[in-house]
């Protein structure tokens, strides 16, 4: 596999980061819900070092993810799909890219400003901003539960899209995502 897009296919960079991506949200969902569901001990604390360092790494990847879109060329699959549903799905996308840049930076901000220091896998540490718990830090965590929901419907409207171009327009759009194609 190229690792570089072409005219009709995404590359093995950006597939890597798209399927990567999407398994390092599911395991974030799963830690979530795990971490919260335990009584306090020390494994419901490790579960969330966890979470907080994978969403640091998601929110870390997200600008490296624009970067490499920005500097490849965008496969450019004839759409034969009408064109108000092409609009929103380039709008899905954009919500899509909005949450992976804001859904961990309000874990991160909620954490910082609710008092508790980030310890990035021993390689540096983001203090502490305020002491918590404190107003801000609770609005951030409804946003951070709400970008929890709002994930769901964009996911669920990208998956239709592409499953509507696989199997209605019969077109590459969905397999142009998938190796060995
Ligand atoms: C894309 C990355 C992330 C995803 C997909 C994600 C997902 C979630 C989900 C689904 C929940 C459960 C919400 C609920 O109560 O229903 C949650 C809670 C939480 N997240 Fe994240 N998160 C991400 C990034 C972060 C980051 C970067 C931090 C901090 C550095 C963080 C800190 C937390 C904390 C502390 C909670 C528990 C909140 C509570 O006390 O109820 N998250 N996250």
Redesign the pocket.
């Known amino acids: 596999m190229q690792g570089t897009n072409t005219k009709t296919k995404w590359g093995g960079v950006a597939q890597l980061f798209h399927w990567g991506m999407f398994l390092l949200?599911i395991g974030?969902?799963t830690l979530?819900?795990t971490m919260?569901s335990l009584p306090n001990s020390d494994e419901k604390f490790s579960l969330?070092a966890w979470?907080?360092q994978m969403?640091?790494t998601?929110?870390l990847l997200v600008f490296i993810r624009l970067w490499w879109r920005e500097h490849s060329n965008l496969p450019q699959n004839i759409d034969t799909a009408p064109e108000w549903t092409q609009f929103l799905s380039k709008l899905n996308i954009w919500a899509l890219y909005f949450l992976l840049f804001a859904?961990?930076l309000s874990?991160?901000l909620m954490?910082i400003l609710g008092g508790h220091s980030?310890n990035y896998f021993n390689l540096f540490t983001i203090p502490a901003l305020m002491q918590g718990p404190n107003e801000i830090a609770k609005i951030l965590?409804t946003l951070?539960?709400s970008f929890?929901y709002a994930l769901y419907g964009f996911v669920g409207l990208h998956i239709l899209g592409g499953l509507f171009h696989h199997f209605y327009l019969k077109d590459k759009v969905l397999t142009g995502m998938l190796p060995h194609n």
Do not use: K
Request: charged share 5%.
């Open positions: 949200i974030q969902y979530a819900y919260l969330f979470h907080e969403g640091v998601l929110f859904f961990p874990g991160l954490t980030v965590l951070h539960i929890s």
